[in-house]
């Protein structure tokens, strides 16, 4: 095992909607390109019943097992058709009896990466991420990669990764493993740096044209250090003014991959998970990884 792995490596959050699967396949492959265990996590919520009022079944009623068995099943026929020719990982599978979202944060304590599909079992629509990961995307201790890819192709694997900067903690942070990811996957990266989040209106005394050259500037800095690191991958620069979100999902079109810090500029420790970032994570096509 590799690169001081924790003991779930990757870990997937499994439900046996289309979303999961999703998750389990996109989950599978990460942890091939890192030669890391994968572990396929079900959270099954206690059974309350009605009286006494409020009082939970101490262990999981029959059905729950049955249902649970199944779900952790599919999951590895899943995981299984992804592996194609490779030799699989190291595969570990767990079923907690508890409140969905604390286990899971619990459980990204140890774990390299949290994997969850965008929409579990009874989401509705696109409109909002599901409630699971959301949550796993505001508290979660590890990087959440979130899966779109149920909803239609998958991207295609020679696509560059995006990686939004604005020179946050997070963003470095995000920066480090979008080389990283770029380069386990030998494709270019495409940089995008939103030099002001205001659109470009005169005002009285301020050069534009110099603000943009400083912007570029900084880009370039912020990006040096990594690039040296890892000549292997081709850097893209993209600098635009105004709605980073907007920017970034156009960017995320042609793109494998979506990497962001969970706060932007003026984001502080504690705070929730940033507007662009929780834009990004909900509306883009492709897998989103949140970088905390």
């Not at 099943?73 to 979202?101: C, F, M, W």
């Not at 040296?228 to 993209?238: A, G, L, T």
């Amino acid at each position: 095992m590799t690169q001081g792995a924790k003991k779930y490596g990757v870990l997937v959050c499994v439900d046996g909607s289309a979303a999961s699967d999703a998750a389990v396949a996109w989950g599978t492959r990460e942890a091939l390109l890192r030669d890391l265990p994968i572990t396929l996590v079900h959270a099954v919520p206690p059974v309350v019943v009605g009286w006494p009022v409020g009082q939970l079944y101490a262990d999981m009623p029959e059905w729950q097992q049955d249902s649970a068995k199944h779900v952790i099943d599919q999951a590895r026929k899943t995981l299984n058709a992804s592996v194609g020719s490779s030799a699989p990982p190291e595969i570990h599978t767990e079923t907690v009896y508890s409140a969905i979202v604390p286990a899971l944060v619990e459980a990204s304590n140890d774990a390299r990466m949290i994997v969850a599909g965008s929409q579990g079992l009874g989401a509705v629509g696109r409109l909002l991420l599901g409630s699971v990961t959301a949550g796993l995307v505001h508290y979660a201790h590890c990087p959440v990669a979130v899966i779109h890819s149920a909803e239609g192709a998958a991207p295609d694997p020679g696509a560059p990764v995006v990686l939004g900067v604005d020179g946050s903690p997070a963003s470095e942070d995000a920066t480090a493993l979008a080389f990283d990811e770029a380069s386990r996957r030998g494709v270019g990266l495409v940089a995008v740096h939103v030099w002001s989040d205001v659109g470009v209106f005169p005002i009285l005394g301020m050069d534009w044209h110099d603000r943009e050259i400083q912007a570029a500037e900084t880009l370039a800095e912020r990006l040096a250090g990594w690039q040296d690191r890892y000549p292997d991958v081709r850097i893209e620069r993209k600098l635009f003014c105004d709605k980073p979100s907007e920017w970034l999902l156009k960017e995320s079109e042609r793109a494998q991959l979506v990497v962001v810090g969970s706060r932007g500029r003026g984001g502080f420790p504690g705070m929730l998970l940033g507007s662009v970032s929780s834009a990004v994570a909900q509306s883009a096509r492709v897998p989103v990884l949140v970088v905390r």
